[in-house]
């Protein structure tokens, strides 16, 4: 792997997380920090962040915007309003594990609706009570959401956001995105205005939940952060003070999906059982991760789901077909 160019706004960055790494083999390197300097790489052949006319252009934006307006997103937003009839306590579940399996980016609230015990079944571990009971201990608290990626993943974790802001759950919700175009479909502050719109354009309650948000929006209840630690290959024990001191100040932290999650443990191969607390103590504040299993990274996994799942003999860790609701206070 060859350096930034001497001209990179990040260079003396890059420099530093780099050292010792720079010049080997991408199969050589550490998987996390491989990765993050691919996306980084991409973006200087790309012109992202140069001078010429290419600036600021997400070269996944096309596939994003495609995403987005295609008529399954249409579908999903009109599911929405099955959600109405729901009792609030069911209603918040349906909305939850919207945006948990939105991570998997293949389900939507209408699966949801019809099948919550199948993929309440899915959960590895499922610490749904402490998260309502830390939101309801804290309410309206502050809820830092960690965005994980943009389109059918982010419009039910802003429907979400919008809840807990409707319902006061929340008094602020702090939406965490990437900097730049990252992982191919990770959430960016255009990614964000754009599922607002497609949300505030649709009818029915998802409409309704648009124009909550726009609202919310201007007010400063739902406020936006794209911390140049969020696209950094460092776990997030190795987090700076201002964003240390952001998720302090927090009643919550949500983290979405895979990637954050191998973060927030450290991207180990942990014993499986080792304890979610223990791996996470560092972290600043309670925090909940709402993930589907795409990676080998895991904690906190109970010794008999472990062995009742290892000796079914399918794939489970990696595939996404499992999910885990894991909460820390
Ligand atoms: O979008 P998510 O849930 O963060 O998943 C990203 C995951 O996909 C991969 O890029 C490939 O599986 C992993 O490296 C990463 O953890």
């Given at each position: 792997?060859?350096?930034?160019?001497?001209?990179?706004?990040?260079?003396?960055?890059?420099?530093?997380?780099?050292?010792?790494?720079?010049?080997?083999?991408?199969?050589?390197?550490?998987?996390?920090?491989?990765?993050?300097?691919?996306?980084?790489?991409?973006?200087?052949?790309?012109?992202?962040?140069?001078?010429?006319?290419?600036?600021?252009?997400?070269?996944?934006?096309?596939?994003?915007?495609?995403?987005?307006?295609?008529?399954?997103?249409?579908?999903?937003?009109?599911?929405?309003?099955?959600?109405?009839?729901?009792?609030?306590?069911?209603?918040?579940?349906?909305?939850?594990?919207?945006?948990?399996?939105?991570?998997?980016?293949?389900?939507?609230?209408?699966?949801?609706?019809?099948?919550?015990?199948?993929?309440?079944?899915?959960?590895?571990?499922?610490?749904?009570?402490?998260?309502?009971?830390?939101?309801?201990?804290?309410?309206?608290?502050?809820?830092?959401?960690?965005?994980?990626?943009?389109?059918?993943?982010?419009?039910?974790?802003?429907?979400?956001?919008?809840?807990?802001?409707?319902?006061?759950?929340?008094?602020?919700?702090?939406?965490?995105?990437?900097?730049?175009?990252?992982?191919?479909s990770d959430a960016t502050p255009a990614d964000v205005l754009a599922c607002l719109r497609r949300l505030a354009a649709a009818p029915g309650r998802a409409g309704e939940a648009g124009a909550r948000l726009w609202g919310a929006m201007e007010e400063g209840r739902l406020r936006l952060r794209a911390h140049p630690f969020a696209c950094a290959p460092l776990p997030y024990a190795d987090?700076?003070?201002?964003?240390?001191?952001?998720?302090?100040?927090?009643?919550?932290?949500?983290?979405?999906?895979?990637?954050?999650?191998?973060?927030?443990?450290?991207?180990?191969?942990?014993?499986?059982?080792?304890?979610?607390?223990?791996?996470?103590?560092?972290?600043?504040?309670?925090?909940?991760?709402?993930?589907?299993?795409?990676?080998?990274?895991?904690?906190?996994?109970?010794?008999?789901?472990?062995?009742?799942?290892?000796?079914?003999?399918?794939?489970?860790?990696?595939?996404?077909?499992?999910?885990?609701?894991?909460?820390?206070?």
């Amino acid at each position: 792997m060859e350096p930034l160019e001497p001209s990179a706004h990040d260079g003396a960055a890059w420099a530093e997380w780099g050292r010792g790494k720079i010049g080997r083999r991408y199969v050589d390197v550490p998987f996390l920090w491989g990765e993050s300097y691919f996306y980084r790489k991409l973006l200087e052949a790309t012109g992202y962040f140069g001078d010429g006319p290419w600036r600021g252009i997400d070269p996944f934006g096309p596939m994003k915007q495609a995403e987005l307006d295609g008529p399954v997103v249409d579908g999903e937003l009109a599911a929405l309003d099955g959600t109405a009839a729901l009792p609030p306590g069911e209603r918040a579940e349906a909305l939850l594990l919207g945006s948990l399996w939105g991570n998997r980016a293949d389900l939507s609230f209408g699966v949801t609706l019809k099948g919550d015990h199948e993929r309440a079944a899915d959960l590895v571990v499922d610490d749904r009570p402490l998260l309502w009971s830390l939101i309801e201990a804290a309410a309206p608290g502050k809820i830092c959401l960690v965005a994980d990626n943009a389109g059918r993943e982010l419009l039910p974790d802003l429907v979400l956001a919008d809840h807990l802001l409707a319902c006061g759950l929340a008094g602020e919700v702090v939406l965490h995105v990437k900097p730049f175009p990252y992982f191919v479909s990770d959430a960016t502050p255009a990614d964000v205005l754009a599922c607002l719109r497609r949300l505030a354009a649709a009818p029915g309650r998802a409409g309704e939940a648009g124009a909550r948000l726009w609202g919310a929006m201007e007010e400063g209840r739902l406020r936006l952060r794209a911390h140049p630690f969020a696209c950094a290959p460092l776990p997030y024990a190795d987090m700076p003070d201002d964003l240390r001191e952001e998720f302090a100040s927090a009643s919550l932290t949500v983290m979405k999906g895979d990637l954050n999650y191998r973060r927030l443990v450290g991207d180990r191969m942990w014993p499986a059982t080792t304890p979610f607390a223990a791996v996470t103590a560092y972290f600043p504040g309670p925090i909940v991760a709402l993930r589907t299993l795409k990676s080998d990274a895991l904690a906190g996994v109970p010794e008999r789901t472990l062995a009742e799942l290892d000796a079914a003999g399918r794939p489970w860790r990696t595939t996404g077909t499992h999910a885990m609701v894991q909460a820390r206070p």
